[in-house]
């Protein structure tokens, strides 16, 4: 499922795997359209993703579409005692992020994408995106 969210971009980092070292983006405040918070923070790794926010800075604040994907998480292997320390759940994750729009006052202003009800809030002017 696609779905449009607001976001704080926070950094940018590198966290290691089993296969070697891979980049990741961290968003904080991540909202939807309605500005409603749906989490405080989310990592996003999928390569295609990182190049299209690689411009981005400490603080932007940004609106973009991505995929909203449910994961395993814990451990996946044989052995009974880490199994039993690191027990499966299920967890949420964004990927395949597209329509990266940065909103801060000093970013050229462009018209925001998303779907009617945020249209309408926008054209009533009871929110107002950015930072003062």
């Avoid at 409603?36 to 999928?46: A, E, P, R, Y």
């Avoid at 395993?72 to 964004?94: A, C, P, T, V, W």
Wanted: net charge positive; glycine share 4%.
């Amino acid at each position: 499922m696609r779905a449009n969210f607001i976001a704080t971009f926070s950094e940018r980092s590198a966290f290691k795997t089993k296969w070697g070292w891979q980049e990741k983006i961290v968003l904080e405040n991540i909202r939807d359209v309605q500005y409603q918070s749906l989490t405080d923070h989310v990592s996003i790794s999928d390569r295609p993703s990182l190049e299209r926010m690689r411009s981005l800075k400490k603080g932007d604040l940004i609106v973009f579409s991505a995929r909203v994907k449910e994961y395993r998480r814990g451990y996946h292997g044989n052995d009974i005692n880490i199994r039993l320390k690191r027990q499966e759940s299920f967890d949420y994750m964004l990927c395949d992020v597209h329509d990266v729009m940065k909103q801060n006052y000093d970013a050229p202003k462009k018209r925001i994408n998303t779907d009617r009800e945020f249209k309408q809030l926008m054209k009533n002017k009871h929110i107002i995106l950015g930072f003062a």
